[in-house]
């Protein structure tokens, strides 16, 4: 059913579309030309516009609330009535309200909260200091642009009904989700009232959700007067302790155990907000530092998303995640550089299976390897060369002369032969170390992996016997000393570098 009012002309305002409607008025976007500017006209339902007590009321709080001059309550134009249609003529506002945020988005980040409740805060303490109630403090009468700044609306409406005949047929006046225990009670309000709603609005806006749920509203009033809220922390484990005492303090049963102002309340949240920051932003810096230093980037990077969210000024904050998108990248040309590497190696395993003959087959499939075998064996080699060197220094080191009862430079041993029989076992090991070395060599050389790995094996296990036989002729003709001992650690890194490197591919 169209709505009769849309197209008409109310006193000087043209009624363009419905804007938004409530127990208490109908809100139209409507048109001044006088002006040149767009309004919202708020319209009173039949059944208050025709008691005259109420009227009466309304224009009074109406008048008293249009004289208030704040950022964050809404400009009251205009009051009037035509043609039996009485209104409120208030700025036009973009942007949503807060009950329809919440809605979208659930429960708010804590410095977004904090920001909403100083602007309302502010506008309710201006209120207060000019002796006005707001009475029915809610998210459908917080107003919300797209840079979060607050607008506070429908001041006077409630106390013009409460004071009329209407509240005694069984009106209910105010929100029950909203309602403080003394203004569910019948009591006399104060501003302390009006902090309690704000406060059930915080308790929204950090969990998602009102106090007291019921089926009747006089079932929620009973709760606001006589059963203690949930604690936040069990709707949301993210909420700090400070901030939930903060909150729940502000909604304790008598007025005389809240903050005694709206002012003081904000004060009280925000800086256990701060407190909680600085403690969640050290703790969010310090695990997305670990995070990275053990590799795990996206979860860094989750941790560091976090911490911008909450403090974006955080000290150390760019430099790290300079350093994660860094590393990122390193990552990201790795798995590039193994994905290329590996189409490469199929292409060349490929290659290889359809040309059999070609000279160089094996020689592509080497060089697809996703590392170098240069590079690979380079390790290796370096072992056994360090082991070749070893052994020469051994062979050139202190030998016992058995026959004579002295110690005896080994080069004197090697080429005079004082010790008789036993010149075999130095001899022996040089001459197996410059075997497996020619081996090893020549393994590299070979650009033939299989002739390679023959080779490199064969040079090993020429080395392996050579010290098994060192062994046997040390012991039984009894040389002792350091050179010995040192051949045989010699002997074992050419053993083990010459196998390495032959398996490792070289």
């Known amino acids: 059913m169209a709505d009769p009012l849309i197209g008409q002309t109310v006193g000087q305002y043209q009624i363009v579309e419905l804007a938004g409607q409530g127990g208490m008025a109908t809100v139209y976007k409507a048109y001044q030309p006088s002006l040149n500017r767009y309004v919202a006209l708020k319209v009173l339902p039949e059944y208050l516009a025709h008691d005259d007590e109420f009227v009466k009321r309304f224009k009074q709080e109406a008048t008293a609330a249009a004289a208030l001059r704040h950022p964050n309550i809404i400009v009251i134009y205009d009051i009037g009535e035509a043609n039996s249609v009485h209104y409120i003529a208030t700025e036009f506002l973009d942007g949503q309200t807060l009950d329809v945020a919440l809605k979208q988005t659930g429960a708010l980040p804590l410095p977004r909260v904090v920001k909403i409740v100083n602007q309302l805060a502010s506008a309710l303490e201006a209120a207060h200091q000019q002796s006005l109630i707001h009475r029915d403090v809610k998210p459908s009468n917080v107003f919300v642009n797209a840079r979060d700044h607050v607008t506070l609306m429908d001041f006077g409406i409630v106390k013009a009904v409460s004071s009329t005949r209407l509240t005694r047929t069984g009106l209910l006046v105010g929100t029950p989700d909203y309602m403080s225990p003394e203004q569910a009670e019948g009591q006399a309000l104060d501003g302390r009232s009006?902090?309690?709603s704000l406060a059930v609005v915080v308790y929204q806006m950090l969990t998602g959700q009102t106090p007291f749920t019921a089926p009747t509203p006089n079932a929620i009033l009973y709760a606001h007067v006589n059963r203690p809220p949930t604690p936040l922390s069990h709707l949301n484990q993210a909420i700090p302790p400070s901030?939930?005492?903060v909150v729940l303090r502000a909604l304790a049963k008598k007025p005389a155990d809240r903050f005694q102002s709206v002012a003081e309340f904000a004060a009280a949240l925000e800086q256990a907000a701060g407190q909680a920051s600085a403690s969640l932003t050290a703790a969010l810096y310090r695990d997305a530092r670990?995070?990275?230093l053990q590799g795990k980037l996206a979860e860094a990077q989750a941790k560091l998303d976090q911490l911008r969210q909450v403090n974006p000024a955080y000290p150390g904050l760019a430099d790290l995640s300079a350093e994660i998108a860094r590393q990122a990248q390193v990552e990201r040309e790795y798995r590039e550089v193994v994905l290329l590497t590996r189409q490469a190696r199929e292409r060349a395993a490929d290659f290889a299976r359809r040309v059999p003959g070609h000279p160089d087959s094996e020689h592509v499939l080497k060089l697809s390897a996703a590392t170098p075998a240069s590079s690979r064996g380079a390790g290796w080699t370096a072992l056994w060369l360090a082991g070749l060197a070893l052994a020469i220094g051994a062979l050139l080191g202190f030998?016992?002369?058995?026959?004579?009862?002295?110690w005896a430079w080994?080069?004197?041993?090697l080429f005079s032969g004082l010790l008789g029989d036993a010149v075999i076992a130095p001899w022996a090991a040089l001459l197996a170390a410059i075997v497996a070395v020619g081996a090893g060599m020549l393994s590299r050389l070979l650009r033939h992996r299989v002739i390679s790995r023959v080779l490199g094996f064969g040079g090993g296990a020429a080395m392996l016997l050579s010290f098994l036989l060192t062994?046997?002729?040390a012991q039984s003709m009894g040389i002792e000393g350091p050179g010995p001992t040192l051949l045989l650690v010699a002997q074992l890194m050419l053993v083990v570098g010459l196998i390495a490197d032959a398996w490792r591919g070289v």
């Open 194 to 196: 009006d902090l309690y």
């Open 290 to 292: 670990q995070l990275a």
């Open 243 to 245: 901030v939930e005492a």
């Open 410 to 413: 080994g080069a004197s041993v």
């Open 399 to 406: 030998w016992a002369v058995p026959k004579e009862g002295r």
């Open 471 to 473: 062994v046997i002729l």
